[in-house]
Nanobody
Framework: QVQLVESGGGLVQPGGSLRLSCVAS????????MAWYRQAPGNQRELVAH???????YYTNSVKGRFTISRDLGKSTMYLQMNSLKPEDTAVYYC???????WGQGTQVTVSS
């Protein structure tokens, strides 16, 4: 079973930046669309961004222009660069290969002064 492990979360002030990483135990990024989701307390899990096997990307409207999804196929690693963070970005962020029903354990991002 492929494992996904996220890292890079933490506490940051509004306007700050964080970079999340997702490492896969097997090389799957070139085969499947990979995604970042997030879930805030009391809310449903929502799609933040995804990157297709072709490399094309998608962002939900609330993060466009602030977040960038990327991947390093050689390192089996996916990234989410988050800039200009807002308190409403506070959530647990999950790495996923949705078509394989694969999920990481999540990493907490807290944006607060």
């Amino acid at each position: 079973q492929v494992q996904l492990v996220e890292s890079g979360g933490g506490l940051v002030q509004p306007g700050g930046s964080l970079r999340l990483s997702c490492v896969a135990s097997e090389s799957i990024f070139s085969d499947y669309t990979m995604a970042w989701y997030r879930q805030a307390p009391g809310n449903q899990r929502e799609l933040v961004a995804h990157i297709a096997s072709s490399g094309s990307t998608y962002y939900t409207n609330s993060v466009k222009g602030r977040f960038t999804i990327s991947r390093d196929l050689g390192k089996s690693t996916m990234y989410l660069q988050m800039n200009s963070l807002k308190p409403e970005d506070t959530a647990v962020y999950y790495c996923s290969a949705p078509i394989r029903s694969l999920w990481g354990q999540g990493t907490q991002v807290t944006v607060s002064s």
